[in-house]
Every structure is written in structure tokens, then in C-alpha cells.
């Protein structure tokens, strides 16, 4: 009898790509195809681990090995976790047109690697990472799950990038195979392993070209995804790309921050690795969704964020839960692992709260369900944000998103303050920006720097300018009137259906946005003595506050303008001394306490019937120190009371509202327009400068 002969067959994945349609034509983020790779049998590569087993790692916490694990915080450590160590290749020539933008991405890259491997543990990979040969054609046998080899991929690639032939494993491929096994096949051929990566975690490919999907949008600053993932489904290859134009007009702020973004992507914060989460409480790392012997998640069938249905690999509702209705929008999904939640709960003070939504807006792949970001009117100033800024900051928020994938281990003290949202309470995030009437807005928020509804021009009312929420910059409301209406309705708050803010990622609520030259750090926006007519005092110490304080020789302005002052707090931040200069030069100061919040002060040689108004110190002399627990190491939630002046009213504080202007006849000047004119310039050209989209191509 002769031995029967096998058919070959495929084994590469097929990827689908859908075309996709936005939720807007003024979205500028999107961006519609380019599938990324997720885990399965042929993007994944078992690497090397230390063996660690229950009774091995309790002998070395000096523990009685035969105890039975007792708390959370104990099965944790079974794996013991080191700092992440990244590898970096850089293509030949990044953007084959300026050396100097080559070498300021290589150094913004680096400073990238070197936050995420100060931030994040995993379990090492020893002796070196490699990545298995992409077999595209293999032989299968009758009764095992057992195949061999036909035929490797031409070139291996992640994202389209060439993998270097020495980070690859050793192969086989052979001509002819019988049914009866492996050991039957002829005609075969071995592939040398490559060296490997020593003693590396992970691997990262960057290249900045100009790609139809960077020309496609020249907000957008790059995108990344991982590639190659290791046999627990943790990111071990990925591939950034910058777009060359847009990093090289940023500021070098938000192209370090866009390092940081792009690499955060490609270590897994991505929509579509949601579903590979695992549980670290379990020594075998259990997947938080059960996956399928194909190695996916399990598929479900979602209404998503875009209102389109689509069948996926999905998570579990405790890790994921969606579609589910949010201020009136019913396609929200909101992330629900251990540490999203408890840090959602304390941030906002809100003990209700079950995570953090995702962007519901589409801001990357075409067949992605859910958002790759957190939501950008939930989480504003956040790094993994759709829409970067100048100071976006990486918070317990996405460190915990890296926890609770089970993967790493998160470092908190590596976590810079989130002020956005900070105790504003359950009624900010359930509640719309406006909570008013269309025709009788009351905007959430409005005195702290939040949402506002009043176009930025001429002539001036008291809500068109304001402090940012953070208190670093003066601000203007950046509603404006959109070229359409806003859809879908639960985006639209007021009367004119075309009105909304500028960044369509915040759900369209306008907001006070800093000046392009507003910041109060900013030394070079000081006005000369004899032209200082509101007493500005820029400074590595100085902060926007409300003001009806001018020099003596202008009259007292009707509407509350804002100030930058320097702002020293005392040690323990319960006192600051707010200093302005008057006219001839000399510093002014007042003390506001804690309890002065929205409390009016007069400043000595400034008008009488002027006031400064008290900040709110948990903001303006916090110490930029992060207090996070993981949920993991302490399951303990911490609110604290909402005190009664710190309502979220929405409502100005009573003392903002300055005395009345008298004209006493004493030939008085009159003031320089505030937020125009030739005292005093605002650069209102640059707003939409202030707005660079980050643009992520995976799921
Ligand atoms: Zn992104």
C-alpha cells in the first residue's frame, strides 16, 4: 500500500480589512485601513522564561512553601518581574530629508524607552528574544495538531518592516510529507538560527516615512502597533512610524510625548489586544477571555462605538463592557480591569464608577469595535489620549491599563498627576458638559477651567476667557461653529445644532484651551513696567488666576480677567502667597488658604475695587507627587467627601464678580481689550496648533 501523499495548506492568517465609515466628515484622526497582526498561531513565538513554581518563590520570600497562598498580593509575586529592557532599531535612513529631525526622533525615542523601561516589570526573557520563521505553507498530519513546514515567508515583517534574519529562530521546511508523521517527509532543508536579542524583552522597529496614511491627515504625528507576541500573548515585537512633516513642526514636548504615545501602542495599548488580557492573581496567567484553540478570544457579535455590527474576537464584560449608554451616546465601551476602576473611583471621587470609557470616536483601524484610547472627554490630558498636547501626562490610568493586562508590572511612582477631572464627582462623567437647557447652557465646571459656552471674540463676557483646568495657561472657551451639524445628537448642547468645541474627541464640549501664548511659565510673554496694566508676572512659578485687580491708572474692568501671578505654596499646600507686579515694578502679594477657594482679595497698590481670586490649592499647590496603589498590592478604594466648596456646580464663585467700574473723573486710562489689541496679543491663529492627532493603526 502505498502512503498516501498530504495536500498542502495554507497556514497564513488572513487579515481582513473592512473600508469604514466615520462618524463625522470633520473628524481629522481617521484613517481606514491597514490591518495589524494579532495573536495567533503564526505571530506567535515562544521565548525562554524562568521557571518559577509556588513553592520555589515562597522559599525565597521566606515563606512556608507549603502554606497555601493567602492574598492577592502573594500570588502576584509568584512571577518575579524586572524592569523591561527594549531593544531599538532605527531604519537606515529615517526620513531620508533632514538629519536633524533624524537625530531628534532617535533621541525622543530613546527618552520613550527609557520612561516605559523605568515604568514597567515583566518576567525576563533569558538567555535571548527571537521570533519564530512565518510559516506560510505546511503539511498537516491525520490525528495530531502536529504540521511540517513547506515553506517560510520570502521575508519576514512586522507592519511592513524587514525583521533582521539574527533576531530569527531556527526552521525546517520540507518538499514531501506522508500521512504517517513528520519523520516521513523528504526533501527538507534546515534554517540556522539567528543570535537572538540578548537579554531583551522586547524589540521595537522604527521608520519615519511620509506614507499615504500620514498625507492622509497632517494632524497626524505617527502610529505603531506590536506585531510578534510571545506564548502568553504579551507584545515582544512592534513597529512605530512617524510622520516626518507633522514631528517636525511640533514642539518638542509633544513630539517626546508622541514617543511616548506611539511606544505605549506598540507595547500593547491597543483595542484589539483587550481580549489576550490576563489575570496576574493566577500563576499560570488564566486569560481574562477565554481563548480558542485557534488562539483567539472568543469571537462576539458588537454594535460598536461606530454604530457598525461587527463580529470579533471580544473580551468578557469584566474586562470590557459595551455597548452601553454614556450621556446619551449607547455605543460606550468602558474598560473594567481591577485598576482602571479603582483609579477612576479615586481620581474623580465618584464610588459608582466601574472604569473608564474608551474614545468612542474613530481614531484607528477601520475594523476596530472600541477605541484605542481612553476617552478624550473623560481622561483630556492623558498620554494615550487620541489628540495630544503640551501637557499630556502619563497617569495611574494607563499604567494600570499595563497592569491589568497581566503582562507587566506597573511602577506608580513613575506616574505624573492627572489633574483633569480630579474630584469633580459622579456628576462629570455621567453628566453631558452641559447640564443646562440648549437655550440656557450651565456648563460643568465653568469657574474650575472646565466647559464653557461662549465663543471667543469681541465684545468680552465673563465666561469667554477663563484659567485652564491645570491652571498652567490662560484660556479661551474654544467653542466655535462647525461647518454642519453635530451628530450624533447626544454630541449637540446648544440651541445652534452647529455649535460645539473645537476638539471633536471631547464629544464636541467646548472648553477653555490655552492661548498659544499664555503660559505663565512663559518668561518672554513679560510686559514692560510702564505697559503691565493687569500686573502679569510670568514665571517657573507662576499660574493663570482670575483677577479684577489692574494697575492704579486704569479703571476697574466689569468682568473678571485672567492673571498669570506667581504662586508659592507653604510645605504642607494649605497657604500660597500670589505675587503680581505693580507699576513701577515691585512685587504685590496676597495669602490665600485653603478655605479663600473663590474668595476675592485686594492687592496693595493696585485699584482698591479690584480683586484676585483665591485658586483652589488641591490644584495649585499640589505637589505633582502620585499616590496610586495598585489594586493588586491594596484593594482598599480611597475617596474622600466632597466638601461643600467644592461642588461642582458649574457655577462661578460668588466673589467673581468684580464691583462695579467707576470712572471717578481723575483722567484714568482706559484699559488694553483683554484677550486682543496692541497691548496685548493673543495668537488666536495658532489654536488649532495647539491640537496634534495621534493616530494609531491598530484595532
Ligand atoms: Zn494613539
Known sequence: MHPTLLVLFHTLAITASHSHSNLRSTHRCVHNTLPVPTP???????????????????????????????????????????????????????????????????????????????????????????????????????????????????????????IPTAWLKAGRHCSTCYQSGPDSCTGCTDVAAGTGLASKDYAILVTSVDTATCQSSTETLGYASPCKYDQYNRPILGSINYCPNAMASATAAVALSTAKHELAHALGFTASMIPYFRDPTTSTLVPRTTIGSDGLAQSATKVCADGQTRTLPAPVSTTLNGPTTVRGFVNSY???????KKAAIEHFNCPSLTGIELENQPTGDSSSCWGAHWEQRILHTELMTPVVGENSVVSEFTLGFFEDTGWYESDYAKAERLYWGNKMGCSFINDKCNTGTKSNPTMQGQSKGYFCNEEHGSPYTATMTGCTHNGLSKGYCNLQTWSSNIAPNAFSYFTNAKNGGANSNLDYCPMYSGFSNGGCMDTTQQLADGSNAYGDLYGSTSKCVRSTTVQTTYVTPTIANSVCAAIVCNSAGTSATVTLKDKSGTSQSITCATNDKGVGKTMTNFNSDGQIICPDLSVYCDNGHNTFVS?????????????SNNKNDGSAPSNNSPAPSIDDGLGKEDLPAHGSGTRRTWALADFFGLMFCLVVLVL
Open 40 to 162: 495567533n498561531e503564526q505571530t506567535r513565538s515562544t521565548q525562554p522564561y524562568p521557571t518559577t513554581t509556588t513553592t520555589t518563590k515562597s522559599m525565597i520570600d521566606g515563606e512556608d512553601p507549603t502554606s497555601p497562598i493567602k492574598s492577592q498580593q502573594q500570588r502576584r509575586r509568584l512571577a518575579t518581574k524586572s524592569n523591561m529592557r527594549i531593544h531599538v532599531q532605527f531604519s537606515s535612513a529615517l526620513t531620508a530629508s533632514s538629519a536633524t529631525l533624524d537625530t531628534n526622533i532617535k533621541t525622543w525615542t530613546q527618552q520613550a524607552i527609557t520612561y516605559w523601561e523605568s515604568a514597567l516589570k515583566v518576567v525576563p526573557v533569558e538567555p535571548h528574544l527571537s521570533f519564530d520563521l512565518t510559516c506560510t505553507l505546511s503539511f498537516p498530519f491525520t490525528g495530531t495538531t502536529v504540521t511540517q513546514c513547506a515553506a517560510y515567508a520570502l521575508s519576514e515583517t512586522c507592519s511592513g518592516e524587514t
Open 631 to 643: 489594586w493588586y498590592d491594596n484593594q482598599t478604594i480611597v475617596t474622600t467627601p466632597e466638601s
Open 334 to 340: 468602558i474598560l473594567t480591569t481591577p485598576n482602571i
